[in-house]
């Protein structure tokens, strides 16, 4: 992957959160799976004007696999990155290679289920033959080398800013497009932090829930992932916190201390240890309940 030219024009806070994250942008590209069938094939008690058939050409869970892997990328993306618009993902310098380092996973284990469907892909033909009969047409199914093509899987790095070369087109071009970039980076800066602070209120919230008896006395089940997770925002936190927000770092401090030394299974067993962690978050998420804005739209989760 190309290094990240940093490049950037802004006003403070868009200009410290330029300087701190670059863009992933991502590309998968996947063989279509259906097409449309013409109405004079189909006979309906309709007005065929009013209706849309398609069919399903190939019958394979190596393909889906496949699909399934993609949105398995994209959630781990959407969880990692920060809110900006859709489709790009704001990352802090911080977890470049990181992030790097599990999308090369990523991509070698897409090339395996590929290589499995592409295997497949004769026998998947014939068998498509046999089930959509009148409905088969074999220019739906290309050769397997141009099927091959359709499987992409690439990202690029890319600073934000405006680039300086629209400044010697038009001077007054070049001071829009760096008022804008200002302005959208700026109302990022704020949606980081609130959804930062949102994404913990509701971790910190859940797990002190989790840790609450039921009415009859008895511990209400603990799974692994409600701790997990919170270990693993709290784990990348520095990375994160792009807008240097100092209260959510208290908190984040507060909470490490908290979970520091234990595990999920002492919490769930030792009763001591459950009620020190649920007064500990309890406190916790009082002080993140008068923290969070309810002004900024929800982009970005950290549970999927």
């Known amino acids: 992957m190309a290094t990240p030219q940093m490049i950037f024009d802004l006003s403070t806070p868009g200009q410290d959160l330029a300087a ?19 109405s004079a094939q189909v006979e309906v008690d309709a007005d065929k004007d009013s209706i849309r058939v398609t069919k399903h050409l190939l019958d394979s869970w190596e393909l889906e696999a496949i ?23 704001l990352l802090p310098i911080g977890l470049i290679e990181t992030v790097d380092a599990r999308l090369r996973e990523f991509q070698a284990d897409r090339q395996e289920l590929v290589a499995a469907f592409l295997d497949a892909y004769p026998r998947l033909c014939q068998e498509a033959a ?12 290309p050769p397997v080398e141009e099927v091959r093509a359709e499987f992409t899987c690439s ?23 760096r008022e804008k970039a200002a302005e959208r980076m700026s109302e990022a800066y704020t949606e980081v932090q609130q959804v930062l602070r949102e994404a913990m209120a509701e971790m910190v919230s859940h797990l002190r829930d989790r840790l609450t008896d039921q009415p009859d006395g008895t511990p209400q089940r603990l799974r692994e992932s409600t701790v997990l997770k919170l270990r693993e925002f709290l784990d990348t936190f520095d990375f994160r916190n792009v807008t240097d927000d100092q209260e959510l770092k ?8 908290l979970l520091t030394g234990t595990t999920t299974d002492a919490i769930r ?3 001591e240890l459950r009620g ?18 309810d002004r900024v739209g929800r982009k970005f989760r950290f549970e999927e």
Request: with cysteine; proline share 4%; net charge positive.
């Open 276 to 293: 020190r962690v649920r007064e500990g978050m309890a406190d916790i998420a009082q002080h993140l309940a008068t923290m969070v804005s």
């Open 67 to 89: 699909r399934r892997l993609d949105g398995e990328v994209r959630r781990y993306l959407y969880s990692t990155c920060l809110p900006f618009e859709p489709g790009i993902h």
């Open 269 to 271: 067993n030792t009763a």
């Open 20 to 38: 701190k994250t670059v863009f992933v942008k991502l590309r998968l590209g996947l063989l279509g799976n259906s097409r449309k069938v013409s």
């Open 155 to 177: 990202w690029q790095y890319i600073s934000y800013g405006v680039p300086h070369q629209l400044r010697e087109v038009s001077e007054r071009m070049f001071q829009e497009e």
């Open 250 to 257: 208290e908190q984040v401090e507060r909470a490490r201390a």
């Open 130 to 141: 046999g089930r959509l009969r009148t409905l088969y047409n074999p220019l739906d199914y």
